[in-house]
């Protein structure tokens, strides 16, 4: 079993950035894939970043260039630096883990509760 918890998010202009957190428990948090998805109302839930065990990382089109995913082992955390965000990245944004598998599909083993982000103009 692995719990989830994210931090970092809140209210943020345009132009400007955040970084989420995603602390795991668990001792073997550095054989997972850690991923991070994002829903906006009435939307569906989207891939945004995910990062392998072995260090392989994956943006969506949309977040490449501004979105930086990175992982700490020692600290049982990964984290995902936004910068220059856009009114379009308001959502509330989840952390998930999973073994192995397609990174940018929705099946992760394990989820998080979200944290929200609010990007106004």
């Known amino acids: 079993q692995v719990r989830l918890v994210e931090s970092g998010g809140g209210p943020v202009q345009a132009g400007g950035s955040l970084r989420l957190s995603c602390a795991a428990s668990?001792?073997?948090?550095?054989?997972?894939?850690m991923g991070w998805f994002r829903q906006a109302p009435g939307l569906e839930r989207e891939f945004v970043s995910a990062?392998?065990?072995?260090?392989?990382?994956y943006y969506a089109d949309s977040v490449k260039g501004r979105f930086t995913i990175s992982r700490d082992n020692a600290k049982n955390t990964v984290y995902l630096q936004m910068n220059s965000l856009k009114p379009e990245d308001t959502a509330v944004y989840y952390c998930?883990?999973?073994?192995?598998?397609?990174?940018?599909?929705?099946?992760?083993?394990?989820w998080g509760q979200g944290t929200q982000v609010t990007v106004s103009s």
């Open positions: 998930a883990a999973r073994r192995g598998g397609n990174v940018y599909s929705r099946s992760y083993d394990y």
């Open positions: 668990g001792r073997t948090f550095s054989s997972y894939t």
């Open positions: 990062i392998s065990w072995t260090g392989s990382i």
